[in-house]
């Protein structure tokens, strides 16, 4: 069987910088029409400056995949000024403020501290209609760290009703009423979220190249999250949060969050729509739906997959030789392939 999708679009990624973006920009832009670029690097894209120098790097690190690949570039949120605001607005290939409560994930030292003190800066943005994307986990809570911030976009969607409000990459079932109570909420969610549970990081033995923040969840998560994809919930948005850590750092006593997805997601992402009868909704989950809540232009470029099988490399290692990351799925099979 072959199936024919617009080119999609990854509203979550992580690039990074160096050697690394040299390694995962091809396996994005290959694929992908464009993808919402992560501004926690160190020290962060927190200036038009810093982010039209990192967009150069990630055109030139993808290569001959640059002319059709779209990087929608974010900035790390602070108190920056409405003319600030109004530079970022008008700088080729921004796209949106993206929120980070100070300590929550990797890299998000900076970010904000106090909600009030950010209360300007969201209200300018609300006025030029820049998007808000916020990193949705308070800080020192593993399993309960969703919930605990579900209050923080309530207050958030009620106080600044014309500014559109992404959860990114929602994981709980808990999460999901708040897209139908508020019009301007709306959220990402990864493929790992849709795959896994916290049996498969931690049940039997420890696998951690699936620790990601926020981590898997029980399985009635995954499968509210489900129905609402499936169901095409047009609210909803694939967003990979693909992010990758050198493989010596995810196998050592302080392991950071990530999982390396952006190597497999469209044919795993086939084979799980696929599997659940649901591929209709593929065109809507990665792009279509986003396309809209944005008014991002639509795409006339189509990519095909077929259901031959592949297998998953063990791991993909950066031109220095040093550099290497375990993708997701790393020795399994998947049912589906790109065509090239
Ligand atoms: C991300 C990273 O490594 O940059 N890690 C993760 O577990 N998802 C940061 C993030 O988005 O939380
Ligand atoms: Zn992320």
């Excluded at 039997?204 to 969840?217: D, E, Q, R, S, T």
Aim: glycine residues 8%; hydrophobic residues 45%; charged residues 20%.
């Amino acid at each position: 069987m072959r199936i024919e999708i617009n080119r999609p679009l990854d509203m979550h990624l992580h690039l990074r910088d160096g050697a690394m973006l040299k390694l995962a920009a091809p396996h994005s832009a290959k694929d992908f029409a464009g993808a919402v670029v992560m501004p926690n690097l160190v020290p962060p894209v927190n200036s038009a400056e810093a982010m039209s120098a990192y967009r150069s790097r990630i055109l030139d690190a993808a290569g001959t995949h640059a002319k059709n690949f779209a990087p929608l570039m974010t900035i790390f949120l602070q108190k920056q000024t409405p003319e600030e605001l109004l530079a970022f607005k008008n700088t080729p290939g921004f796209f949106a403020m993206k929120l980070y409560p100070a300590g929550a994930t990797t890299n998000s030292d900076g970010g904000v501290r106090d909600f009030g003190e950010a209360e300007p800066t969201l209200r300018a943005m609300e006025e030029l209609g820049i998007p808000l994307l916020v990193h949705g986990e308070s800080n020192g809570f593993v399993m309960d760290r969703e919930t605990e911030f579900l209050p923080v976009y309530r207050d958030l969607a009620v106080r600044f009703p014309e500014l559109k409000i992404c959860m990114e990459h929602i994981s709980t079932a808990a999460a999901l009423p708040l897209l139908d109570e508020f019009e301007n909420l709306f959220a990402t969610v990864t493929l790992h979220h849709l795959l896994f549970t916290l049996d498969d990081l931690a049940g039997g033995l420890l696998a951690p190249h699936l620790f990601c923040k926020p981590i898997v969840k029980r399985p009635e998560d995954r499968e509210a999250l489900r129905a609402a994809v499936f169901g095409g919930n047009d609210k909803i948005m694939f967003g990979s949060d693909s992010a990758p850590h050198p493989v010596s750092q995810k196998e050592s006593a302080a392991a950071p969050g990530g999982i390396y997805s952006a190597p497999v997601l469209l044919p795993a992402l086939t084979e799980l729509f696929a599997r659940n009868g649901a591929l209709e909704k593929l065109n809507g989950f990665l792009g279509g739906n986003a396309r809209k809540i944005y008014g991002l232009p639509e795409t006339t470029q189509k990519i095909a997959l077929e259901d031959t099988p592949q297998s998953v490399p063990a791991r993909y290692c950066a031109e220095d030789g040093e550099t290497c990351v375990v993708p997701m799925l790393a020795g399994k099979e998947i049912a589906w392939s790109v065509c090239e």
